[in-house]
Structures are given as C-alpha cells and as structure tokens.
C-alpha cells in the first residue's frame, strides 16, 4: 500500500499561472481533503469531498477548484496563482465507517508563487 | 462551533526530560480527538486518539494523552523525550467526517 500520495513535491509557479496538484489513494477510502499548511497557522480545509463525483467548499476555498471522478483521485486546480497560494498542500483520505474519521496524509507540495 | 488551542507555539526540553504539550478545546456536541505529528518536510500522521471510554490513552512512540472533560483538555504527554521526538505536533477535534479541526501546532524541540 502506497497510501496517499501527491505529485509534485516542490513548484515554483508565476502570478497568474494554472497548475493542477495531484492526489491518489489506494486504501478505497471514502472522503477524501485538501488542507493548505501556513506557517504557524495550522491546516486549513479548502475543499473535501464524500465519494466520487460529490464535492464541497472547505474553510478556505477561494482560488481553487477540484474534481472526483474516480475513488482514487482527487486533484486540486488552480487558476490564477497569487502569492497568497504560497504555501504547502496537503492531501488526506478517510474511511466514513471507521467512526473515528482519522484521516491519512500525503507528504504534501510545497507550492512558491512569485 | 468547534474550536481548538495549543497553547504553546514553541516548547524546548532536555533529551529525557519529561514533556506536556497542552490542548484546549471548546465544542457544543460530542467529539472525538487526536493527537498528530509532523516530522520536517513530512504529511501528518496520528499519534494517537479519544473515542470514548478510558481517558487515557495510549498511543505510538510512548507517548499518552488524557481527555479531562471538564477541563475540555486533551493534553499530550511523554515521560522521556528522545531526539527523534523533534517535530510539531497538532492537536485536532472532529464531530464528523467532513469536519476536523486543527489546532496550530506546537513545534517540540529537543536539546542533547
């Protein structure tokens, strides 16, 4: 088992750039989450997702998109890259019948917009 | 609404020393609780979590947690701290699948 992983590690992006972080589970989890990590600021939800195809805004969302078209995957878009996207991306999976909701993470992408 | 405080950004010790990373909450509904770690330039993983039952618990590395519900605290603890142990740690509440909340951090570093 994998876990989850994310692709790319690093990148280095321009303001007004699009790039798309990926995010693949194989554990068959349900719900899958993108978080952003801000120095001293803790994880932040930007969009979640309950199974293919049902997505939802997290806390954060604005200047994001994301899709599920399969179970496994669950890639985040940007758009128009700001500096406030500086950051680093985490992607997690759960399983909604383990009723303790821990969530598994990816090793996340750390994201630079000059 | 759900909230979560580590109160402390920072907390240095001494290899074997004996260390508490506080954890306050506040929630109108029952929730569950974790414990994370980051190690640098690593995603998250759990240390350990209350579900119910005994509010100690125990969890990976030696370290323990205890849920004092009146105190709506969830402290982490360790009786003896190793090198390996430098990381930042997150404490987290969730009432649901869909809803997890984390608190800032409190970065662990451990001087020989």
């Known amino acids: 088992n994998a876990g989850v992983t994310q692709t790319p590690k690093f990148r280095i992006l321009k303001i007004g750039q699009s790039m798309t972080l990926q995010c693949t589970q194989d554990?068959?989890?349900?719900?899958m989450y993108w978080y952003r990590q801000d120095p001293g600021m803790g994880l932040k939800l930007i969009y979640y997702s309950v199974g293919a195809g049902i997505t939802d805004k997290g806390e954060v969302p604005n200047g994001y998109n994301v899709s599920r078209s399969t179970t496994e995957d669950f890639p985040l878009r940007l758009e128009l890259a700001a500096p406030s996207q500086t950051s680093v991306y985490f992607c997690?999976?759960?399983?909604?019948?383990?009723?303790?909701?821990?969530?598994?993470f990816g090793p996340g992408t750390r994201l630079t917009v000059t | 609404a759900q909230s979560v405080t580590q109160l402390d950004s920072q907390v240095p010790v001494f290899e074997e020393a004996p260390v508490e990373l506080r954890c306050n909450y506040s929630s109108s509904v029952s929730v569950y609780l974790f414990w994370y770690v980051q190690y640098p330039n690593q995603g998250l993983q759990l240390l350990l979590k209350?579900?119910?039952?005994?509010?100690l618990v125990k969890g990976i590395n030696g370290f323990e947690a205890e849920f004092n519900k009146s105190q709506t605290s969830f402290h982490l603890r360790k009786p003896s701290v190793h090198i390996s142990d430098t990381a930042e740690y997150f404490c987290a509440v969730s009432s649901s699948a869909s809803k997890i909340i984390f608190g800032s951090g409190t970065r662990l570093s451990i001087r020989p």
């Open positions: 997690a999976s759960s399983q909604q019948q383990q009723a303790s909701y821990e969530q598994y």
């Open positions: 209350y579900l119910s039952g005994s509010t």
């Open positions: 554990m068959n989890h349900n719900y």
